[in-house]
């Protein structure tokens, strides 16, 4: 058998270190959890952790940008192309609000963190989730769903993500029912964004049988 490269054992034990972190922050929370902590669990030496990870916020937001990745690429795979918008939007809102009710402790912490990022702490995906959700009411309106549709789709996917953060935030404090079962909690979040998207969308002109 032909030993790993160097390039791949470097990814493995980023992967390695990334997912002992992630585990000790959901064991312990993230202000209980050391550098040592997770270079114990990870089997790795603490120098090694710096080597892949600058600190701790560092290990923070991999966890965090990680998970996210997971839930994007979820949405993608699976949404129906030939649902309606309100569905597919409402479908987009629920997977990623099931990465956040996994764990609300620790996601409110990510996301309070992730909100103003230092250079190199922010996060590449979110262009492309927009231009994936920009895409969406641009079929929405080769349908006839929507009568207009300004700046090929993006201003509409800026204020979608925008109504997805409101909910998010008040999912995360509370206000929407207790976080204790993921898929209920994530359930009532993306029903209260489908009725404001809605909302958002009828100044599109949205048109419903």
Same mark, same amino acid.
């Given at each position: 058998?032909?030993?790993?490269?160097?390039?791949?054992?470097?990814?493995?034990?980023?992967?390695?270190?990334?997912?002992?972190?992630?585990?000790?922050?959901?064991?312990?929370?993230?202000?209980?959890?050391?550098?040592?902590?997770?270079?114990?669990?990870?089997?790795?030496?603490?120098?090694?952790?710096?080597?892949?990870?600058?600190?701790?916020?560092?290990?923070?937001?991999?966890?965090?940008?990680?998970?996210?990745?997971?839930?994007?690429?979820?949405?993608?795979?699976?949404?129906?192309?030939?649902?309606?918008?309100?569905?597919?939007?409402?479908?987009?809102?629920?997977?990623?609000?099931?990465?956040?009710?996994?764990?609300?402790?620790?996601?409110?912490?990510?996301?309070?963190?992730?909100?103003?990022?230092?250079?190199?702490?922010?996060?590449?995906?979110?262009?492309?989730?927009?231009?994936?959700? +920009?895409?969406?009411?641009? &079929? #929405?309106?080769? @349908?006839?769903?929507? =009568?207009?549709?300004?700046? /090929?789709?993006? %201003?509409?996917?800026?204020?979608?993500?925008?109504?997805?953060?409101?909910?998010?935030?008040?999912?995360?404090?509370?206000?929407?029912?207790?976080?204790?079962?993921?898929?209920? +909690?994530?359930?009532?979040? &993306? #029903?209260?964004? @489908?009725?404001?998207? =809605?909302?958002?969308?009828? /100044?599109?002109? %949205?048109?419903?049988?």
């Amino acid at each position: 058998m032909t030993p790993p490269r160097r390039s791949e054992q470097k990814l493995a034990t980023r992967a390695q270190i990334r997912d002992a972190a992630r585990a000790r922050f959901v064991e312990v929370g993230y202000e209980g959890t050391t550098i040592r902590d997770v270079a114990r669990a990870a089997g790795v030496s603490v120098g090694s952790v710096h080597v892949h990870f600058k600190d701790k916020r560092a290990l923070l937001f991999a966890c965090f940008y990680e998970g996210i990745r997971g839930a994007v690429a979820e949405i993608w795979a699976t949404i129906d192309r030939d649902a309606p918008l309100l569905d597919q939007l409402a479908r987009c809102g629920r997977v990623l609000y099931r990465a956040y009710a996994e764990h609300p402790e620790l996601s409110r912490v990510m996301f309070r963190e992730s909100l103003f990022p230092a250079p190199g702490e922010d996060d590449d995906n979110l262009e492309p989730f927009l231009v994936g959700v +920009a895409e969406l009411h641009r &079929a #929405a309106l080769a @349908r006839g769903e929507l =009568e207009r549709l300004p700046q /090929g789709g993006m %201003l509409a996917a800026r204020a979608f993500f925008a109504v997805y953060i409101a909910v998010l935030i008040a999912g995360l404090s509370g206000h929407l029912g207790p976080c204790d079962d993921a898929d209920a +909690a994530a359930e009532r979040w &993306a #029903a209260e964004l @489908r009725d404001l998207v =809605e909302l958002q969308l009828r /100044g599109l002109g %949205l048109r419903t049988s």
